[in-house]
């Protein structure tokens, strides 16, 4: 028996890149799961991103948060790379652990300048932790800007 797919949509206006282009070895050979890349169509201003899942808040940190969607399915959203080295500057939370959202929630402002003037990596994986490379596929079109909202990637979960 099949579950009910999960649709993951764009968290943000942005690049879809393939993970293996991530500058981060944990991320690009999807040690924490399968997954796609976003890189920010802009550095300056803020950037917000959205619930690109509805769910349960499982976790959140100023440069990452974590939804659960149920069925033991979890989607990461890591905003640049080795952006926890910032402590927070850059990033304001509007969520906390625990909260419901819906997809499309306001979850993070993000300054991608900061990171960027730090000299950090600006690739975004969205993550789907630790699912089976056959049940996660990619719909976005790699190489193309997505717009919030935008499906990324179907998570299909077969019942044990």
Same mark, same amino acid.
């Given at each position: 028996m099949t579950l009910e797919p999960v649709i993951i949509a764009a968290p943000f206006t942005a690049m879809a890149a393939a993970m293996s282009y991530v500058p981060d070895e944990v991320f690009a050979s999807n040690i924490v799961g399968p997954g796609i890349a976003l890189i920010p169509t802009s550095t300056s201003g803020r950037v917000e991103v959205f619930a690109p899942v509805s769910g349960v808040v499982a976790a959140v940190f100023p440069h990452a948060f974590s939804i659960d969607v149920g069925d033991s399915r979890n989607v990461l959203v890591h905003l640049g790379i080795d952006t926890v080295e910032l402590r927070g500057d850059g990033f304001e939370l509007h969520v906390s652990q625990g909260d419901t959202v819906e997809r499309g929630d306001l979850m993070i402002s993000w300054e991608p300048s900061v990171a960027e003037q730090a000299g950090y990596a600006l690739h975004c994986p969205?993550?789907?932790?630790? #699912? $089976?490379?056959?049940?996660?596929?990619? &719909? #976005? $079109?790699?190489?193309?800007?997505?717009? &919030?909202?935008?499906?990324?990637?179907?998570?299909?979960?077969?019942?044990?």
């Open positions: 969205v993550v789907a932790v630790q #699912a $089976e490379d056959s049940g996660f596929d990619i &719909v #976005a $079109e790699l190489g193309q800007p997505v717009t &919030v909202g935008t499906p990324l990637a179907v998570w299909r979960l077969r019942e044990a």
